[in-house]
């Protein structure tokens, strides 16, 4: 399931802050089944994905690790880096071979401090994605272990 088009980064973002952005991108290259980040680790880095797919994963105890959201071109990979205390909140793990952007987070934080545009632009953004994804877990929690009632209960339905 791909995001819709606004929260993709070309669409999200006015070109002078998107090309700022990618000014200080990194190229990687990541090969499938590779761990981009685990829940609870330090958020310290993003990517935009360039080509391949991506899973976000979520630990639910006494379950298999469910996917909550498949990624792909175009979409941001990580959310965490921009709040504090920068923890992932979901895991990530390459499906594909993956091409991607990678960006160091504490160099976007201060980009985002000294220009209150940019920063705006980047917060909107990453705040979109952000509601997006709840709702993705939401309801793919929901579809694997019944209604919301039952699985905050701790039950099944």
């Not at 965490?80 to 993956?98: D, H, I, K, N």
Request: glycine fraction near 8%.
């Amino acid at each position: 399931m791909t995001p819709s088009i606004t929260l993709r980064l070309e669409h999200a973002m006015p070109v002078e802050h998107r090309e700022r952005l990618l000014r200080i991108a990194r190229e990687v290259d990541l090969k499938p089944d590779t761990r981009l980040f685990e829940e609870g680790g330090r958020a310290d880095r993003f990517w935009i994905v360039r080509d391949g797919t991506v899973a976000l994963d979520m630990h639910v105890p006494g379950h298999r690790t469910p996917v909550i959201e498949t990624l792909g071109t175009g979409d941001l990979v990580g959310w965490s880096w921009l709040f504090e205390p920068y923890v992932w909140q979901l895991g990530a793990v390459a499906m594909t071979r993956v091409r991607a952007y990678e960006f160091d987070a504490v160099a976007v934080r201060l980009m985002c401090d000294d220009d209150a545009a940019f920063g705006r632009a980047v917060g909107r953004w990453v705040g979109r994605v952000l509601s997006h994804r709840l709702n993705a877990a939401r309801a793919r929690l929901v579809d694997l272990y019944g209604s919301p009632a039952a699985f905050l209960s701790g039950g099944v339905e």
